[in-house]
């Protein structure tokens, strides 16, 4: 069993800051690409940035300079520092890791949290 857990959202103002974190846990073999994707009241879930288990990053546009994705391989984490933040950043942020488990060595599967709520508004 593998467990993804976020915390860090909350209400904060436009141009405010917020780190979220992303915790995974369980019978974990080892973990590739951990990830956030967010999704805002009626609109898909969208990718907001990614990161290799070698550090390598990806960005969406609309966050690029802005959002910073990090990750700490010892503790299995990874986190999200959110600068400048704007109102459009509002969203449910999910947390995503491609977990490889004791039990199925050689299986890589993406594993879910189950979101964290940011809200930028004055």
Same mark, same amino acid.
């Given at each position: ?7 860090? /959202?909350?209400?904060? @103002?436009?141009? %405010?800051?917020? $780190?979220?974190?992303? &915790?995974?846990?369980? =019978? ?6 951990? /990830?956030?994707?967010? @999704?805002?009241? %009626?609109?898909? $879930?969208?990718?907001? &940035?990614?990161?290799? =288990? ?16 990090? $990750? ?51």
């Amino acid at each position: 069993q593998v467990q993804v857990v976020e915390s860090g /959202g909350g209400l904060v @103002q436009p141009g %405010g800051s917020l $780190r979220l974190s992303c &915790a995974a846990s369980g =019978s974990i073999f080892s973990i590739n690409a951990m /990830g956030w994707y967010r @999704q805002a009241p %009626g609109k898909q $879930r969208e990718l907001v &940035a990614t990161i290799t =288990s070698g550090g390598t990053t990806k960005y969406a546009d609309s966050v690029k300079g802005r959002f910073t994705i990090s $990750r700490d391989n010892a503790k299995n984490t990874v986190y999200l520092q959110m600068n400048r933040l704007k109102p459009e950043d509002t969203a449910v942020y999910y947390c995503n890791a491609h977990i490889t488990t004791i039990q199925a060595m050689g299986v890589m599967l993406p594993n879910w949290g189950q979101g964290t709520q940011v809200t930028v508004s004055s």
